[in-house]
């Protein structure tokens, strides 16, 4: 399957990714729906979820 995000949107992923990558200390605090983990958290994991779902 085809990737459906744009080149230069996969690199400002990885880009994200490089400078805030996931902290595994903050896990079950993710998987909380009251937990409380920093944003940068929580938008790594989503990007980490978006390029795993999206080969090149």
């Known amino acids: 399957m085809a990737s459906n995000i744009t080149p230069q949107r996969r690199k400002e992923l990885e880009n994200f990714l490089k ?3 996931i902290d595994h200390s903050y896990d079950k605090e993710c998987e909380m729906f009251d937990g409380n983990p ?3 958290q ?3 994991r989503a ?3 978006i390029l795993d779902e999206n080969p090149e």
Do not use: K, S, T
């Open 19 to 21: 400078e805030h990558p």
């Open 38 to 40: 920093p944003h940068d």
């Open 42 to 44: 929580l938008l790594a």
């Open 47 to 49: 990007y980490q979820q």
